[in-house]
């Protein structure tokens, strides 16, 4: 049966082999030193473990074919699934916050989400998950980055985390923006 997979983070769709190969290419120290051992950190037990795992992760990123590795992997895996469509997130702000090159982040996810296109024909498009947390100033240069990288695939705009100390509300003018550009 086709399918639509409209919520996905590219992070936490990494597996166990490829973050090795990714983490000894950055020299980013890991808990474990094998695929057995890295498979196990995805046993985790509650949402802040999960969120563990998801840093560790995001920190192994840090070059455009890091995420075109990733994301030519998920690509395969999402047709493997017959998904024909999909969007997936990117934590934007764990790779702003560390000087990492937005438009590198976007243009390597694509060029990888491209070729599984090419070769498998599953289409898949960006959106930047922004989290509430790191307040409305920096949503606004993140946004701005966002809609800067539309023209590579980009397609969509989104923020998680706290909603009790960080209200949607607060986010509503950033929003607008982001509709008002074409993102969804």
Do not use: C
């Not at 997979?5 to 290419?25: C, N, S």
């Not at 960006?126 to 539309?150: H, I, P, S």
């Amino acid at each position: 049966m086709p399918k639509v997979e409209l919520h996905l983070h590219l992070e936490g769709a990494m597996q166990p082999a490829t973050l090795l190969r990714i983490a000894e290419r950055n020299q980013v120290e890991l808990p474990a030193r094998d695929v057995a051992g890295v498979t196990q950190l995805f046993s985790y037990r509650h949402f802040h473990e999960f969120l563990t795992v998801f840093m560790v992760l995001a920190r192994s990123l840090k070059r455009g074919e890091d995420f075109e590795l990733l994301a030519y992997e998920l690509g395969h895996h999402l047709a493997d699934q017959n998904v024909r469509y999909a969007e997936v997130m990117v934590s934007a702000f764990q790779y702003y916050n560390r000087g990492i090159d937005l438009g590198e982040v976007v243009q390597g996810a694509m060029a990888g989400f491209n070729q599984a296109e090419r070769e498998r024909g599953t289409r898949v498009r960006l959106a930047f998950d922004y989290g509430r947390q790191f307040g409305v100033e920096t949503a606004w240069k993140v946004l701005d980055l966002a809609v800067a990288n539309m023209r590579y695939g980009l397609v969509a705009w989104s923020i998680g985390g706290d909603e009790v100390n960080y209200p949607p509300e607060l986010f509503a003018e950033v929003f607008a923006a982001a509709r008002r550009a074409g993102l969804h």
